[in-house]
């Protein structure tokens, strides 16, 4: 995956969703090699791992990987719960992306609607290799 510009992030998660819909219930598209063996399907489920992931998705951020974190030592790692990577809001120079959650520390991260306590900006090859990495 290249860096692409944020205008076509979104855009490129939507075909992703598309993708992985395609591939509902073991069905196959015209580039599938058998049922559930895909690189277009493996690729559409890094973009949305990567930009869209499942609220509550657990993510490990080494140091240099995020910055601009009030309150948080920057050289530290950072173990916290994704409720949302804002997608729209992706840094001018499209290597990183804001991200909101909780602290793997914080108490209230189990309840969906609880405001998230942290939020930093990560780099996207990092999201992708963590996508990558629970997609396998
Ligand atoms: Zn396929
Ligand atoms: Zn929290």
């Known amino acids: 995956m290249t860096y692409l510009s944020r205008y076509v992030w979104p855009e490129v998660v ?3 969703h598309l993708v992985v819909a395609a591939h509902a219930d073991g069905r196959m598209c015209g580039r599938c090699a058998e049922p559930g063996d895909c690189h277009r399907l493996r690729n559409a489920r890094v973009e949305i791992g990567t930009f869209d992931p499942p609220r ?3 993510i490990r951020l080494a140091a240099g990987e995020w910055s601009h974190c009030a309150g948080l030592d920057p050289a530290a790692t950072v173990e916290m719960r994704v409720a949302r990577v804002h997608i729209e809001r992706m840094h001018p120079n499209d290597e990183e992306v804001w991200v909101s959650g909780h602290l793997s520390s914080c108490p209230a991260q189990a309840v969906a609607e609880h405001r998230a306590c ?8 990092a999201l992708i290799r963590l996508a990558k990495t629970r997609s396998r």
Not at 118 to 125: M, N
């Open 14 to 16: 939507r075909q992703a």
């Open 56 to 58: 509550g998705t657990p």
């Open 118 to 125: 942290v939020e930093l900006l990560a780099r996207v090859d």
